[in-house]
């Protein structure tokens, strides 16, 4: 299997909640549809597919998970990675993600 580095553009959202506290950013449609078609064999719980990303000077090992509602996969944004990056809701930032299926 190829890997193939994706180079996606996002605005950083808040999950809606009582005690929203969890910010990511959203995979675009396109790039959700070929990451699920390439590597949706290889997801793990809940549909999950293991990730390097690199946003800024930061790079971290985490999932990105599928969104029913909107097709997408979606970024979960760790409080550390915002703060070192000076990331805040609303902000449009620039990630890159490999896929570590």
Same mark, same amino acid.
């Given at each position: ?28 449609? #396109?790039? %959700?549809?070929?990451? =699920?078609?390439?590597?949706? !064999? ?6 999950? *597919?293991?990730? &390097? ?24 944004? #760790?409080? %550390?990675?915002?703060? =070192?990056?000076?990331?805040? !809701? ?6 890159? *993600?490999?896929? &570590?299926?």
């Amino acid at each position: 299997m190829k890997f193939k580095t994706y180079k996606i553009k996002s605005e950083v959202w808040i999950y809606p909640g009582v005690q929203a506290a969890w910010h990511f950013a959203s995979v675009d449609k #396109k790039n %959700s549809e070929e990451m =699920k078609k390439t590597f949706g !064999a290889c997801a793990r719980g809940f549909g999950s *597919l293991p990730v &390097l990303v690199t946003v800024g000077q930061t790079n971290w090992k985490t999932s990105i998970f599928p969104d029913r509602k909107s097709g997408t996969y979606l970024l979960p944004l #760790k409080a %550390s990675v915002r703060n =070192k990056e000076g990331i805040r !809701a609303g902000d449009s930032i620039t990630f890159h *993600l490999k896929i &570590l299926s």
